[in-house]
T-cell receptor
Framework: GQNIDQPTEMTATEGAIVQINCTYQTSGFNGLFWYQQHAGEAPTFLSYNVLDGLEEKGRFSSFLSRSKGYSYLLLKELQMKDSASYLC??????????FGDGTTLTVKP | DAGVIQSPRHEVTEMGQEVTLRCKPI?????LFWYRQTMMRGLELLIY????????DSGMPEDRFSAKMPNASFSTLKIQPSEPRDSAVYFC?????????????FGSGTQLSVL
């Protein structure tokens, strides 16, 4: 099975930088994905990592260390609209993703 | 593309009734997933299909739940009989295997309330 851990809640200030961590234990690792979910809406894809290192995509970056079973999502220049739940998902067998419980981020003015 | 389409958006039913949730994946996608989301348990994978064939149904809670995919453009998730603890948001998602990124595209979900 898989065990995926991420903080339940985080709070940050508009314009700041926030890092959301995710640790996982799994077999047959095939990639780690980050999804954003606004209240009452469906999750949407943000970023993914298959190999170790940092992937940058505009204001969002994601980092992966496979040996440590660790990833983080970095959000820069926070905006109020970034208030949402951020879900870490581990992909093992082809096409199957298992999700963490999500981190609820609140951005304050 | 219209994206993944689910119906109904909301379903309110009484305990013991049969509930059928429907999903149309993105055209050309060959994987289809059914997830359930609750505050207590987060987003749980119930079952997934590859080319219309069920691959893993280990997440289906019990025999009251069943899912079918008769063709590449349609899937159903059925609960019979329904119970109050089945109340949740049910998401359908699809993806394309063999792509650079096997990201999931989610439908808008069905909010199910069993009274």
């Amino acid at each position: 099975g898989q065990n995926i851990d991420q903080p339940t809640e985080m709070t940050a200030t508009e314009g700041a930088i926030v890092q959301i961590n995710c640790t996982y234990q799994t077999s047959g690792f095939n990639g780690l994905f980050w999804y954003q979910q606004h209240a009452g809406e469906a999750p949407t894809f943000l970023s993914y990592n298959v190999l170790d290192g940092l992937e940058e995509k505009g204001r969002f970056s994601s980092f992966l260390s496979r040996s440590k079973g660790y990833s983080y999502l970095l959000l820069k220049e926070l905006q109020m609209k970034d208030s949402a739940s951020y879900l870490c998902a581990v992909n093992t067998n082809a096409g199957k993703s298992t999700f963490g419980d999500g981190t609820t981020l609140t951005v304050k003015p | 593309d219209a994206g993944v389409i689910q119906s109904p958006r909301h379903e309110v039913t009484e305990m013991g009734q049969e509930v059928t949730l429907r999903c149309k994946p993105i055209s050309g996608h060959d994987y289809l997933f059914w997830y359930r989301q609750t505050m207590m348990r987060g987003l749980e994978l119930l079952i997934y299909f590859n080319n219309n064939v069920p691959i893993d149904d280990s997440g289906m809670p019990e025999d009251r739940f069943s899912a079918k995919m008769p063709n590449a453009s349609f899937s159903t998730l059925k609960i019979q009989p329904s119970e109050p603890r089945d109340s949740a948001v049910y998401f359908c998602a699809s993806s394309l295997a063999g792509g650079v990124v096997e990201k999931l595209f989610f439908g808008s979900g069905t909010q199910l309330s069993v009274l």
